[in-house]
Antibody, heavy 119, light 110 residues
Framework: EVQLLESGGGLVQAGGSLRLSCAAS????????MNWVRQAPGKGLEWVSA????????YYAESVKGRFTVSRDNSRNTLYLEMLSLRADDTAIYFC????????????WGQGTTVTVSS | QTVVTQEPSFSVSPGGTVTLTCGLS?????????PTWCQQTPGQAPRTLIY???IRSSGVPDRFFGSILGNKAALTVSGAQADDESHYYC??????????FGGGTKLTVL
């Protein structure tokens, strides 16, 4: 069974940092691009970042560019999101999602991890 | 700034058919945008129903159908059931690794 399990969320002060992880199982992780998507309380979904299957290509939404870094360890089947200079408007549930057709679509989602940034 | 447009809300009768759409503020949607449709009920993670315009994800019933209608992507739900009552989000691939979600449509079955 294909599974994605996020971890690393928590409460952090504005200006602080956090690293999220997404552990993948049930598929050949190194064959797939991966994405991060977030959802602020009571709001819709927002695409945050994507990374190619090999890890050499990365992409970011303007709202996080320069502050967030996506990476992956294919030997550990794990995706990461390093978040620096966190702001109150980064407060959200962060989901990882498996890419299909490269980074163009997503087909499987994790359950999410909650990040709360206090100001 | 790219804006992906969706109807804020829609209602359908049980057993009925409804078509939700996903457009762009300043262009036509095509298969090159790899339209993806996701369903989300409150408190749950999203679930992809359709990706690459019209490919159903594993386990998704064929009551859900994705297409391009005119200049928009479309999700048609036929034989609507009570548990179809959810938020439906489309996401479009804009190229250069960037994707953009629409604001979502709240579907009510009544």
């Amino acid at each position: 069974e294909v599974q994605l399990l996020e971890s690393g969320g928590g409460l952090v002060q504005a200006g602080g940092s956090l690293r999220l992880s997404c552990a993948a199982s049930g598929f050949i992780f190194s064959n797939y691009a991966m994405n991060w998507v977030r959802q602020a309380p009571g709001k819709g979904l927002e695409w945050v970042s994507a990374i190619g299957a090999g890890g050499s290509t990365t992409y970011y939404a303007e709202s996080v560019k320069g502050r967030f870094t996506v990476s992956r360890d294919n030997s550990r089947n794990t995706l990461y999101l390093e978040m620096l200079s966190l702001r109150a408007d980064d407060t959200a549930i962060y989901f990882c999602a498996r890419g299909v057709s490269g980074v163009a679509s997503v087909d499987v989602w994790g359950q999410g991890t909650t990040v709360t940034v206090s100001s | 700034q790219t804006v992906v447009t969706q109807e804020p809300s829609f209602s359908v009768s049980p057993g009925g058919t409804v078509t939700l759409t996903c457009g762009l503020s300043s262009a036509s949607v095509s298969t090159s945008h790899y339209p993806t449709w996701c369903q989300q009920t409150p408190g749950q993670a999203p679930r992809t129903l359709i990706y690459n315009t019209n490919i159903r994800s594993s386990g998704v019933p064929d009551r859900f159908f994705g297409s391009i209608l005119g200049n928009k992507a479309a999700l048609t739900v036929s034989g609507a059931q009570a548990d179809d009552e959810s938020h439906y989000y489309c996401v479009l691939y804009m190229g250069g690794g960037i994707s953009v979600f629409g604001g979502g449509t709240k579907l009510t079955v009544l």
